[in-house]
């Protein structure tokens, strides 16, 4: 006993009318390609928005460091000082520093006031002093890595006012942003562009007043 299973092929409707059939297939044709640019544009569009949005959270978040030198006289006793100052929207992690005078690189306050202004560091005498490196710092904040008082030695007290204008001095600063985003300036050239890098690399002597390279021989 055989069974005959009659079988039916679906096929698109047709009007029977030529032209209007091609125009409802070129009408869907159209739709489709409509269709498929809008959802390009719309992903592109949003690509956009997250990039604008990118942008804007680091701009949120750019630090800028600046050099800040000077004296000051408060009760009677005149201090010059050395010191840097953020003046960006976002901290800024000090990754390392360098203090140049007269093209050599010093690793400590005393060595630095030795070379430039006779400062006898067997002397014991008096100055503050601060390390620079290996620290955050705030928007709007600043840090003094040192000062000395006109009293403690006035002739290097002199020679240290007419250093810190001086073109010989150099001070040489890496740092980042909270997203690692990072730059390194001269801060003594008093730059609004600082040269992005990709990671801070330490030089070979930094200005770090001794202490790191007791930590980490």
């Not at 949120?60 to 003046?87: C, E, I, Q, R, Y």
Request: proline fraction near 6%; charge should be negative; hydrophobic fraction near 40%.
């Amino acid at each position: 006993m055989s069974l005959d299973i009659e079988t039916h092929e679906s096929h698109a409707h047709k009007t029977g009318h030529k032209w209007i059939d091609m125009a409802v297939a070129f009408s869907a044709l159209f739709i489709s390609v409509v269709s498929l640019g809008i959802a390009i544009m719309h992903g592109r569009t949003m690509e956009r928005m997250a990039e604008a949005n990118a942008h804007l959270v680091a701009a949120n978040s750019w630090p800028l460091l600046g050099f800040s030198s000077g004296w000051v006289t408060a009760d009677g006793v005149t201090k010059v000082h050395m010191g840097v100052g953020n003046a960006g929207v976002g901290p800024a992690k000090i990754e390392s520093a360098e203090l140049v005078w007269k093209g050599v690189s010093y690793r400590s306050d005393p060595d630095f006031l030795k070379a430039c202004c006779g400062f006898d560091p067997a002397s014991r005498t008096p100055y503050d002093s601060t390390i620079l490196s290996n620290q955050v710092l705030r928007a709007g904040d600043s840090i003094r890595f040192l000062e000395f008082a006109q009293p403690s030695n006035p002739t290097v007290f002199a020679a240290l006012k007419q250093a810190i204008v001086s073109r010989d001095l150099q001070l040489n600063v890496c740092y980042c942003s909270i997203f690692d985003e990072c730059w390194k300036s001269d801060l003594t050239m008093l730059s609004l562009r600082p040269e992005p890098v990709q990671a801070c690399v330490q030089p070979k002597v930094p200005f770090d007043q001794g202490l790191l390279s007791r930590l980490n021989p």
